[in-house]
């Protein structure tokens, strides 16, 4: 998910796509191998570590109520251990119903945190500020933990990365459903400014191993022999990323359902063009209602508005770089299912094309007025024209 939630598919699709392969070989190059390796002595200063994953620090951190619901909240000065915490959570005596765990890290703080982060009844798990360390440690293990997690969220984290071992595992094992799926159970998930840290190495990957580990695993996520049922998200977001693999949105939906995806928020990703699962969102998300795409580098964009009742779907392409629209755009408004896009802080380019722009945004303020600010898109070019309402602009002579 969020990945494809097929998290893990898609994470290491994202490290290995070309992109991030480029950046990984500059990455570790020699110079770039010492500072690094710096940082990673500073995130793990061996003789001041002040260690919270003692038993008595969990009882302190996490209050307790009648009903045997545990909520955990964490502050990491150094380092921390998920699995000492699962350990503590199966040794609770009594009643032990549902667990929230909120980690905040202060700058250098490391977590060892394996994916999926399975535990004895974890019903919300929020990690901020953190150095993830151990992430891929669980990767096609079995678990006696099932899916519990209702409410993920991963924020201003870096995922701390062996590349040659990544691709090592990318090349020799099986994917498997319980680390490719996740927790199946999430009802709202979010990804957001999500980075990999890579420990140094004196052997960096060459780009045919890169693009070698690229292409298996692209395979095996086209022929996996499961389908990853997210059958309770209702909200998605993945955000601030700047290594998005060229085949993302296929891993995300090949082998995935999102029967009640209602919120999509795939801002801040250098996006530069528009996928044909978002273009086709009703295939794959039929019961979308907003998708975010803004702050990306979307050029040109074309949706489908099928034959399907919803009261609207609303699309943010705000801050994108479009300079002009589909001919058929007011269309988008006469379907069972109103289409209302935010256009706001394009390079709208105001020749006699603009005309169906124009005549969508005076649509807009007479069928959704709710949502009339949106008419207040502006040219950007021609200079005679800049700064003017596209929707006041004078066309007769067109």
């Known amino acids: 998910m969020v990945e494809n939630i097929s998290v893990i598919s898609t994470q290491l699709l994202d490290i290995i796509s070309y992109r991030a392969a480029e950046n990984i070989t500059k990455m570790l190059s020699r110079h770039c191998i010492l500072a690094v390796f710096a940082a990673v002595i500073i995130n793990f200063g061996a003789c001041k570590c002040f260690v919270i994953d003692s038993e008595s620090e969990f009882e302190k951190s996490c209050s307790s109520d009648s009903m045997g619901n545990r909520n955990c909240s964490i502050v990491v000065p150094n380092n921390w251990n998920f699995l000492k915490f699962r350990r503590w959570l199966e040794k609770l005596n009594g009643n032990v119903k549902d667990v929230r765990l909120d980690l905040t890290c202060l700058d250098g703080g490391t977590v060892f945190l394996p994916w999926p982060f399975r535990a004895r009844n974890l019903r919300k798990i929020r990690v901020k500020n953190c150095l993830i360390d151990g992430y891929y440690s669980e990767y096609n293990t079995k678990t006696k933990y099932t899916n519990t997690v209702r409410d993920m969220a991963l924020i201003d984290v870096s995922i701390l990365t062996d590349i040659n071992q990544l691709i090592e595992m990318n090349l020799n094992d099986p994917l498997e459903k319980s680390s490719t799926c996740g927790q199946e159970t999430n009802v709202r998930f979010i990804q957001r400014n999500v ?147 935010n256009l706001l802080g394009n390079p709208i380019h105001c020749d006699c094309r603009v005309s169906a722009l124009s005549q969508y945004l005076r649509g807009l303020r007479i069928i959704a007025p709710h949502f009339k600010d949106l008419s207040n898109v502006q040219c950007h070019s021609p200079s005679n024209l800049a700064g003017r309402k596209v929707r006041t602009v004078n066309l007769q002579s067109c």
């Not at 060229?246 to 995935?256: G, P, V």
């Not at 273009?279 to 979307?298: A, G, T, Y």
């Not at 099928?306 to 755009?329: F, H």
């Open 195 to 341: 980075s990999f840290h890579f420990v140094p190495t004196k052997s960096p990957p060459s780009l045919h191993r890169l693009q070698d580990g690229f292409d298996t695993l692209a395979e095996k996520s086209k022929t996996q022999p499961f389908t990853c049922h997210f059958e309770d998200l209702l909200f998605l977001e993945h955000t601030g990323s700047k290594s998005i693999s060229r085949i993302h949105f296929d891993t995300m939906t090949d082998h995935s359902v999102y029967p009640k995806l209602k919120v999509f928020n795939f801002s801040s990703n250098y996006l530069p063009d528009l996928p044909r699962q978002l273009e086709q969102w009703w295939k794959f998300f039929p019961s979308l209602r907003f998708l975010d795409l803004s702050n990306n580098e979307i050029r040109s964009f074309s949706f489908d508005h099928p034959d399907v009742s919803q009261e609207y779907l609303y699309i943010s392409l705000a801050n994108n770089n479009i300079t002009s629209v589909p001919q058929d755009l007011f269309s988008y408004l006469s379907g069972k299912t109103p289409i209302i896009i």
